[in-house]
């Protein structure tokens, strides 16, 4: 009868602890998307692309953003969906519109905090912007504007 193998073990040194992209409370960032979504639904261009599809749909919304962006910058894994998918099903979607919102964006985040607290969450904010342009237009020959970068 043949011996069997030892088994092999594989291990692994634990994840260093994330700690938070920005030091911002859950508060701020759900004003910082009051505010941004309050000016998104002025915009001439980008109100109506947003009106169109979330029409009566506001507040659940709003609530995902939230979600999604405590993810993104305290890490603290509430959201779960797949923002390429949703992205990529908006039949009017242009390439500049993603201009158009990392601007305002900027100008919104600008408003409520002081660069130092600014800085990182626009660095990630232009980060989503590029990989969501990506995915609807970047192809080998269409690389993302400088402007994403």
Avoid at 60 to 87: A, D, I, T
Avoid at 127 to 132: G, P, Q, V, Y
């Amino acid at each position: 009868m043949a011996e069997r193998p030892e088994p092999i073990v594989i291990s692994a040194r634990p994840a260093p602890p994330r700690v938070p992209a920005v030091e911002i409370s859950i508060d701020e960032i759900a004003l910082l998307f009051d505010r941004f979504y309050g000016e998104i639904r002025q915009h001439p261009r980008l109100g109506p692309l947003f009106e169109d599809r979330l029409a009566g749909k506001w507040d659940p919304h709003l609530e995902r953003m939230n979600l999604f962006w405590r993810s993104v910058l305290l890490y603290s894994g509430e959201y779960s969906g797949q923002p390429v998918v949703k992205h990529n099903a908006l039949p009017d979607l242009q390439e500049d519109d993603f201009r158009l919102w990392l601007e305002l964006f900027e100008q919104t985040t600008a408003s409520l905090f002081e660069a130092g607290t600014a800085a990182p969450i626009l660095v990630i904010a232009r980060r989503i912007a590029r990989s969501l342009w990506l995915a609807r237009f970047g192809t080998p020959f269409n690389q993302a504007p400088d402007w994403l970068n």
